[in-house]
């Protein structure tokens, strides 16, 4: 989603384009800059496309010791560059740069925009407009102009605002959109995510909702709307600037597909103790281990992974797991048991439709717990309790480690639930074990990719469509698989229950449709067989993934034996490699799939 970095006492336009270059895989369609160098010289400029666009068209002369810098992506107007940011006020003394949305914003135009040219469609130039409308008709100066225009706005945003006539502050704020304050010597920076700045400094200070500041590049000011003068820490981040980036991948997604078995022997040496038993926060396993009913709470890849997790908590703790879309619940919140706890999952710990969710958690005052990848997240800050994915700084747009790690995650956690009701499974199950296991298969897997990319050359890459099918937890990894493959290849692709196909999308099969089949159930892995033979009957050219135990001859990827509970770790890797592979073999943009965005802040 929308990149926001900006800096003040340093070499702006470097920092300002390497931070916005390191926020591109979260999909944008336009990036723009505004430079002052402090000597009475400005520079605006934005592109349409890459940042490399904004690059090209910057000339040597065009630099700046305060910067503030985007990358856009459209909710309100076309992306063209009268819509992208900064956008300045008819003055040309203001510019601003915006994340999220403002609800509000045509009420603000109607009410006392009526006599300015406004030259874009965006909800964030009425907000520059109003700064400086406050700013001459009120004379007010900008720090209050821009609290008035802030009390005025609903909806979610991180501004950053620079006034030409003080040209050595930055503006800032924050409501439900990130935003984190760099604290450097000589210089301070301001970014919405900490990954684009690591290399200029490791220490921060988090903004919270309703905070207003104002920084120079020695002194940073912050109060909070709502009460007034605040004292915000600064801590050090533990993140490691080298974990973003490549090596020597061609892209990011493959790096991460492949770190994967490290991820999950991480986890289980974090979360587990030297006797495998799980060594979580004792409070949240009492809080989860008291609900009569489990909600989990996710959107999209999380979505998928928190289905396998309610098959793993159901089978661990015998408490019923429900697991709702975000988007949906949000507004059509499910019926509630009377004890009921809540698990959001989501990787960067930011998704707007997943945060709507919880405020209305936290309205009725219930019990919470944010599974994410990102310390310090809004979703993490919000919930009652957190446990970190530790998959490191996940890259490519489509989700690969942050998956397993979630559902690593949900293994542990369901086991530790299961211990504490003292059910025979969880008692019995050798978590530990397993989790070996299902690293170590994962490794046979991922170097055997190959395999896979011969089968997404012969038979995905000139194919239109692809069906994905399975059973039981098999079924929600097709549904996973399908994500996968349409997000990353453009090929549309459906996930399915396995017995489903035949009652009415039968009918899409032709000849050399591909159907991939996940057989690893050892209940239905017959039936499922069945299945991948009415399909072949009527033309489709089938590709077997199938656990070693029900492994036919003929079967294209035969996975390493594991119990079925764990199967998923296993059967993640072939379908994330044909997904990568389809999208490589077609000359795609593997990591950064057009019209998506790794954070979606927007609802
Ligand atoms: C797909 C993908 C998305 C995200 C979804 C939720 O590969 O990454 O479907 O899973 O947008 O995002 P988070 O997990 O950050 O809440």
Redesign the pocket.
Known sequence: MCGIVGIVGKSARDIVLNGLSKLEYRGYDSAGIYLNDLKGHEYLTKKVGRISNLKAALTPDEQGLVGIGHTRWATHGKPTEANAHPHFDVTKRFYLVHNGVIENFKELRDNYLQNVNLVSDTDTEVIVQLVSLFAREEKLDTLTAFKKVLNLVRGSYAFLLVDNTQPDHIFIAKNKSPMMLGVGDGFNVIASDALSVLDQTQTFVDLQDGDVADITKDSYKIENLETGAVDRPAHKVNLDPDAASKGTYEFYMLKEIDEQPGVIRKLSQTYLDSEGHPNFDPKIVDAMSQADRIYIF??????HAGLVGKAMIEKMTNIPVEVDLASEAGYHFPMLSKNPFFIF???????AD?RVVLKEVNRRNLPSLTITNVEGSTLSREATYTILLQAGPEIA???TK?YTAQIAVEAILAKAIGEKLNVEFANEFDLREELALAAEGMQQLVDGKEKLQELAKKYLISSRNAFYIGRGIDYYVALEAA??LK?VSYIQTEGFAAGELKHGTISLIEDGTPVIAIINDPVTNELTRGNVQEVEARGASAIIIAAKEFARESDDIVLPEISYLMSVFLTAIPIQLLAYYASKEKGLDVDKPRNLA???TVE
Do not use: D, W
């Open positions: 996710a959107a999209g890849t999380s979505y999952l989501t990787q960067s710990g930011e998704t997943s747009v489509a989700s942050a994500l996968k997000e790794k954070s979606v």
